[in-house]
């Protein structure tokens, strides 16, 4: 039952674009293809959350991956935010990613390995944003110099981690 509605669902999606994209080649409307992936991107992002509320928790990280990137494109292209036209698309894939990780520990808290690559993901998509929009404050060269700092953090959380386990009792 769940491939034959992902299967509907995914036919009727692309109905849906053919059909708007067919308007457009007539005259209907006048949109491309920068106005219809930001909105494909959202409802794939959608429908994986979906499954992930029917409880499949793997699907969270592909959903919020694709929610983030579908709602980055959309404002971007339409205009919404100026300022987003200076940052560029891979810096929201890193960070996407980033948060994606983050997303998927919170669905699957068993599963704490996932923040080590969405911790520094997430911060190193976050500095390239804040680099691509010229904040001076922290930049990728500050970030050259520091970088060791996060093995010591990561290496003080593994060690913090390791004590909080309690010991197994041999019966």
Do not use: H
């Given at each position: 039952?769940?491939?034959?509605?992902?299967?509907?669902?995914?036919?009727?999606?692309?109905?849906?674009?053919?059909?708007?994209?067919?308007?457009?080649?007539?005259?209907?409307?006048?949109?491309?293809?920068?106005?219809?992936y930001?909105?494909?991107?959202?409802?794939?992002?959608?429908?994986?959350?979906?499954?992930?509320?029917?409880?499949?928790?793997?699907?969270?990280?592909?959903?919020?991956?694709?929610?983030?990137?579908?709602?980055?494109?959309?404002?971007?292209?339409?205009?919404?935010?100026?300022?987003?036209?200076?940052?560029?698309?891979?810096?929201?894939?890193?960070?996407?990613?980033?948060?994606?990780?983050?997303v998927?520990?919170?669905?699957?808290?068993?599963?704490?390995?996932?923040?080590?690559?969405?911790?520094?993901?997430?911060?190193?998509?976050?500095?390239?944003?804040?680099?691509?929009?010229?904040?001076?404050w922290?930049?990728?060269?500050?970030?050259?110099?520091?970088?060791?700092?996060?093995?010591?953090?990561?290496?003080?959380?593994?060690?913090?981690?390791?004590?909080?386990?309690?010991?197994?009792?041999?019966?």
């Amino acid at each position: 039952m769940k491939k034959y509605s992902s299967n509907l669902t995914f036919g009727v999606m692309l109905i849906l674009i053919g059909g708007g994209l067919l308007l457009r080649r007539m005259g209907f409307f006048d949109f491309g293809w920068n106005e219809i992936y930001p909105i494909a991107l959202l409802i794939l992002g959608a429908m994986s959350m979906m499954s992930v509320a029917k409880g499949d928790k793997n699907a969270s990280f592909w959903g919020s991956f694709l929610l983030i990137c579908g709602l980055f494109t959309f404002l971007k292209n339409y205009g919404v935010f100026q300022f987003l036209w200076e940052v560029d698309l891979w810096t929201i894939v890193l960070l996407a990613f980033g948060i994606s990780f983050l997303v998927l520990y919170a669905f699957k808290p068993q599963d704490w390995g996932v923040l080590i690559p969405g911790a520094i993901l997430t911060f190193f998509g976050l500095v390239a944003i804040l680099d691509d929009l010229d904040v001076s404050w922290l930049t990728i060269e500050a970030i050259q110099d520091l970088w060791p700092l996060i093995l010591i953090i990561i290496g003080v959380g593994i060690i913090l981690s390791s004590f909080s386990k309690k010991p197994k009792r041999s019966e």
